[in-house]
């Protein structure tokens, strides 16, 4: 079992960046493959990136493609979620967490351990 603790969420303008970052304790890290989803109010939780463990293989949702960038640094046990270009409906809690098998990327049903959510709000 690994343990995830999100942060660099915060308050930012239209147009602007965030980084976030997921780091995780154990010795395993690197062989997890990681995903980031995100929960708005009233909604559900959505899938926005993930990357593999061993060669990086990245996967996106249609919504952040070409803004959104997912990137991880196994030396640090941490994985990152370059967001630019932000637009008010990128406002939500945003989740990382390990996930299982190499099927389906996209379906949170594969996904099992999580953090505790940090949480990014885009002004208008």
């Known amino acids: 079992q690994v343990q995830l603790v999100e942060s660099g969420g915060g308050l930012v303008q239209a147009g602007g960046s965030l980084r976030l970052s997921c780091a995780a304790s154990g010795r395993t890290f690197s062989r997890y493959h990681m995903g980031w989803f995100r929960q708005a109010p009233g909604k559900e939780r959505e899938f926005v990136a993930a990357?593999?463990?061993?060669?990086?293989?990245?996967y996106y949702a249609d919504s952040v493609k070409g803004r959104f960038t997912i990137s991880r640094d196994n030396a640090k046990n941490t994985v990152y979620l370059q967001m630019n270009s932000l637009k008010p409906e990128d406002t939500a809690v945003y989740y990382c967490?390990?996930?299982?098998?190499?099927?389906?990327?996209?379906?949170?049903?594969?996904?099992?351990?999580w953090g505790q959510g940090t949480q990014v709000t885009v002004s208008s």
């Open positions: 990357i593999s463990w061993s060669i990086g293989t990245t």
């Open positions: 967490a390990t996930k299982i098998g190499v099927s389906n990327w996209y379906s949170i049903s594969n996904y099992d351990s």
